[in-house]
């Protein structure tokens, strides 16, 4: 453990220690974001543009489980870094075995919920015949699948915390190549439809917790756990939620986005559309996951200066990471727009209506994208520094500045104004957010040349 601490606080570079971390966690969360883009290749190509709006219809309440293991992720993770920066090593531990505990309780109340709620949830956003059919088949498995679906999100992230990037980059790659065989296998070759989807993912999901949980008990672990001494700390977990809520809260406005676009597309259009913007969705997948796994990479290392008090290498690391963010984000807008036609045939099978509805949707939709980016990383910044208040501020305002274009732009403009409520009311948000975001760094900048001076004399 000493060694983490060593590397991190030593380090003349924070760059080095910033892509240290940023790349296995960008790599984890692309592998990760690959389930969801080959389960949607498989579905576009195999069952067509119905299956693509069942899945996208159980989407916003598999988004919400998977939320809860973010939840467990980065909030018990920024925690531990925290312990550790303060050099706290038995808390951390602590921290980390209460973390296992959330789990499992939020697993079984997961499993509960759904059993009793989920057609509800379904028939809510419009879902009916076919389209409904399909979504209850896919939301079944993970009504079962639930503990393994929120252990799947946490662990890796743990396990990250715990100075293994590139073992839990490695554990999630595992996990994304036993998906793609399963689904090629229950999709195209037993036509299991998304109940063979639903299963192949949550038997790779159970694989990743197995081994997992496995690497916790073992002696790669530097917060080695065992039987005897696991505890569980009602503080710690109260801790734990709160700075974890924010990122919940940005899978809440996924799903909350998800099921208010399907209910806008089923009643101002039809299950194309439903699954054109599963297609969409899609496509902006790889992009977010990058800006989420740059957000994810820079959390161990500023919740470490944090907890060190390093303001100006909680300064850099920030700066770098904006930058990569905002200037991958403005290229992929620049790629989607040029190659439309190549993109959307990955996920079609040559359905004309369907695709021309998808480039009309990519070039209203995802306009400012890169902005979307900005905000997450924005929000995970400020949990990173125990400013969980913030953090929870940005991802609820995400949600709330949407209403008023989701209720009013599709009255005036119809199906045109679903695709474009998301980029008008990120600008929006990006001015409110902006503002916070540069007197954090400018107070960085302040107290770091403070600091300086007193030492100079």
Not at 74 to 91: D, F, V
Not at 138 to 143: A, G, H, R
Not at 250 to 262: P, V
Request: charge should be neutral; include cysteine; glycine fraction near 10%.
């Amino acid at each position: 453990m000493a060694d983490t601490i060593t590397e991190i606080n030593e380090s003349n570079s924070t760059s080095r220690t910033f892509w240290r971390y940023a790349i296995p966690s960008v790599a984890a969360m692309l592998v990760n974001g690959l389930y969801q883009v080959i389960d949607g290749i498989f579905v576009g190509h195999y069952i067509g543009f119905e299956g693509l709006a069942g899945i996208n219809i159980a989407w916003p309440v598999i988004g919400l489980v998977a939320g809860l293991g973010i939840l467990v992720g980065m909030g018990s993770g920024s925690l531990i870094s925290i312990y550790r920066g303060e050099g706290k090593n038995n808390q951390a531990q602590q921290t980390l075995s209460t973390g296992f505990g959330v789990i499992i309780l939020a697993g079984l109340m997961v499993m509960m919920l759904l059993a009793m709620l989920a057609p509800t949830l379904l028939i809510a956003q419009g879902a009916t015949g076919t389209t409904l059919q399909m979504g209850s088949a896919y939301i079944s498995v993970f009504t079962w699948g639930a503990i393994f679906t929120i252990a799947a999100g946490a662990l890796p992230m743990l396990i990250r915390n715990d100075n293994s990037p590139n073992f839990s980059t490695a554990l999630l790659m595992l996990g994304a190549v036993i998906n793609i065989v399963l689904d090629y296998l229950f999709i195209a070759h037993m036509n299991m439809g998304l109940k063979g989807a639903a299963i192949a993912t949550v038997i790779s999901q159970s694989i990743i917790t197995i081994i997992a949980v496995g690497y916790f008990f073992s002696a790669k672990s530097e917060l080695r756990l065992c039987l005897g001494k696991l505890t569980f700390s009602s503080s710690l977990a109260a801790r734990s939620i709160e700075l974890g809520t924010s990122s919940l809260f940005m899978y809440c406005y996924f799903s909350f986005i998800l099921a208010i676009h399907n209910k806008l597309f089923m009643t101002y259009g039809s299950p194309v559309h439903v699954g054109a913007f599963a297609i969409v969705g899609y496509l902006m997948t790889m992009h977010y996951l990058l800006s989420e796994g740059i957000a994810s990479g820079m959390q161990p290392p500023v919740s470490y200066y944090f907890g060190a008090g390093q303001k100006e290498k909680i300064r850099a690391t920030l700066l770098l990471a904006i930058k990569v963010v905002v200037i991958s984000g403005i290229a992929a807008v620049v790629f989607l727009n040029l190659y439309p036609e190549t993109l959307i045939s990955l996920f079609s099978n040559g359905d004309p209506q369907l695709a021309a509805e998808t480039e009309n949707g990519l070039r209203l939709h995802l306009f400012s994208m890169f902005l979307d980016g900005f905000i997450a990383l924005s929000s995970v910044y400020f949990m990173a520094v125990n400013q969980g208040g913030k953090a929870l501020a940005i991802s609820a305002g995400n949600m709330l500045v949407q209403l008023p274009f989701l209720y009013l732009l599709p009255q005036w403009i119809g199906v045109d104004g679903i695709w474009l409520s998301v980029p008008l009311s990120n600008i929006v948000l990006f001015l409110f957010v902006a503002p916070l975001i540069w007197r954090e760094l400018q107070g960085k900048r302040e107290a770091e040349v403070t600091m300086q001076a007193i030492q100079s004399r």
